[in-house]
């Protein structure tokens, strides 16, 4: 969809592991700490494998923090290099302080397919950032997006709802945030104590989960109320999340004749799919 309709894509998978802490990821979990990563030169490589051998035009990057330092740079020079980066759109998480601290290297990963960056922006809150051990500030996330504009990169945000101390009033402010911010997509989430997380051990032992059911643990049913929303209020304010940054008619338009090829398909899926209605029937099934 984002690459076209009829583009093939391909995974790479770059390294394994994250050296941050987050409290609701469940990765750095499962690889015990440790982060652990190909050379570039093999990087490039599997990338040029899927261009010319299945002619995938989408990579995904599927690390959960590749990191934008030095070894992005060479990777960027390696596939300029090798010819094929203006036919490509490559896509991966980064970390909004991670863009701010590397900036100057937008411009190579534009050039190089490095087109489009979901980043996890979380929350407005300074606080619940701190709760989440995010290590991030609100004011990264504003100039990060900001420079991935200024460069032609798509800029996906994913937020969260759903904290034990959100209230209504927590998510309104979230909401405006998210709207001043202006990424080209939003992605709202709601807080999921995945099994082996910090966040689990912590509900379990307070007695916060009301869901058992596997199945649910989805990031779109709440499995936890906060300490004043029942689980189908965080259901309505996800909604209303989704609502509040898609409903406006400027914002739509602007998606559907973006000069960025990524948003403007994007957009122009989310109008024939009618998405929110579909997202509407999800969370109130």
Known sequence: MMAGSKARYGMIEASRGCPHRCIFCSQWKLWQGTWR????????????????NYGSKLLWLTDDNFGLGERMSALCDELIKRGFSDDITCFMQ????????????????????????????????????????KGTKPEDAKTAVRLLKENGIFSQATCIVGDRKDSTESIADLREFVKDLDPDIAIFMILTPFPGTDLFEEARQKGWI??????????????MPTETLSRQQVHEELYGCYRSFYR????????????????????????????LRQLKSLIRA
């Open 210 to 223: 009301q869901d058992w059911n596997w199945a649910n643990y989805d990031m779109v049913h709440a499995i």
């Open 37 to 52: 990563h190909k050379s570039v030169k093999r990087i490039a490589d599997e990338i040029e494998f899927c261009y010319r």
């Open 248 to 275: 406006s008619w400027r914002r739509r338009l602007s998606g559907i004749f973006s000069k960025n090829k990524i948003k403007r398909r994007a957009y122009r899926y989310m109008a024939r799919q009618n998405v």
């Open 94 to 133: 980064a970390r909004c302080d991670d863009v701010v601290r590397n900036q100057s290297l937008l411009p190579k990963m534009s050039r190089a397919g490095i087109n489009w960056l979901l980043m996890g922006v979380e929350s407005h809150s300074k606080s619940i950032l701190e709760s989440f051990n």
